[in-house]
């Protein structure tokens, strides 16, 4: 090197994959909660993250192909919803995570593990759009409930607490906005 070059720092791009936790594996965290109660609940919650995932990826489909005489109040309700389920993706995640678990994290793990049914690439009528979501809804509503009572049983409070304080309950609320749609009311009202 001639003197008074500057030796230019070369980027180390081609690093050798090193995986530092096999996936279905524990931490072992000083938290106080044994490690076969901590493996069910990071189970449990690997399911309930990849439907999550699912559901707001639907609401996000159906945000962008909702059309009709409710167009506008429906694409703001679906995104209202599509921000309040990705809020539950990192809580979900992160819960695991905090269990010295490792969540789903990829497209193909949410696809090949969701229990949700996969809509057509195609548009759908509303109608369908809110029957499809309310169906996604009752799915994890029953899975929520098990996997509460399941955390309980096994001393888990933390993952019982998100469940039932956060999914349970915002999941409820968004089937109630949602089935008010589908009630069998006019738009104008006729001669009194």
Same mark, same amino acid.
């Not at 076969?36 to 962008?64: C, E, F, P």
């Given at each position: 090197?001639?003197?008074? $070059?500057? =030796?230019? $720092?070369? *980027?180390?791009?081609? !690093?050798? *994959?090193?995986?530092?936790?096999?996936?279905?594996?524990?931490? +072992?965290?000083? !938290?106080?909660?044994?490690?076969? &109660?901590?493996?069910?609940?990071?189970? &449990?919650?690997?399911?309930?993250?990849?439907?999550?995932?699912?559901?707001?990826?639907?609401?996000?489909? /159906?945000?962008?192909? %909702?059309?009709?005489?409710?167009?506008?109040?429906? /694409?703001?309700?679906? =995104?209202?919803?599509?921000?309040?389920?990705?809020?539950? %993706?990192?809580?979900?995640?992160?819960? !695991?995570? #905090?269990?010295?678990?490792?969540?789903?994290?990829?497209?193909?793990? %949410? &696809?090949?593990?969701?229990?949700? *049914?996969? *809509?057509?690439?195609?548009? @759908?009528?509303?109608?369908?759009?809110? #029957?499809?979501?309310?169906?996604?809804? @009752?799915?994890?509503?029953? @899975?929520?409930?098990?996997?509460? #009572? @399941?955390?309980?049983?096994?001393? +888990?409070?933390?993952?019982?607490?998100?469940? %039932?304080?956060?999914? !349970?309950?915002? /999941?409820?609320?968004?089937?109630?906005?949602?089935?008010? /749609?589908?009630?069998?009311?006019?738009?104008? $009202?006729?001669?009194?």
């Amino acid at each position: 090197m001639p003197d008074g $070059a500057v =030796d230019v $720092a070369q *980027p180390d791009y081609k !690093i050798k *994959p090193n995986e530092i936790q096999a996936f279905g594996t524990l931490k +072992d965290l000083p !938290i106080a909660l044994e490690a076969n &109660a901590r493996a069910k609940s990071v189970g &449990a919650l690997n399911q309930l993250l990849v439907d999550t995932i699912t559901i707001r990826d639907m609401y996000k489909k /159906h945000h962008w192909q %909702v059309s009709g005489v409710t167009f506008y109040q429906i /694409h703001l309700l679906f =995104d209202k919803h599509f921000e309040e389920q990705s809020a539950f %993706v990192d809580d979900i995640a992160e819960r !695991i995570q #905090s269990l010295g678990g490792l969540a789903y994290a990829m497209a193909a793990d %949410v &696809a090949e593990n969701t229990k949700i *049914p996969r *809509p057509p690439k195609g548009r @759908e009528d509303v109608p369908t759009q809110i #029957s499809r979501l309310l169906e996604a809804h @009752e799915i994890m509503l029953r @899975e929520c409930r098990e996997y509460a #009572s @399941e955390a309980t049983s096994y001393g +888990d409070d933390g993952t019982n607490d998100l469940i %039932v304080s956060s999914l !349970i309950r915002t /999941h409820e609320m968004q089937v109630w906005f949602l089935a008010e /749609h589908l009630a069998a009311t006019p738009l104008l $009202a006729k001669d009194r």
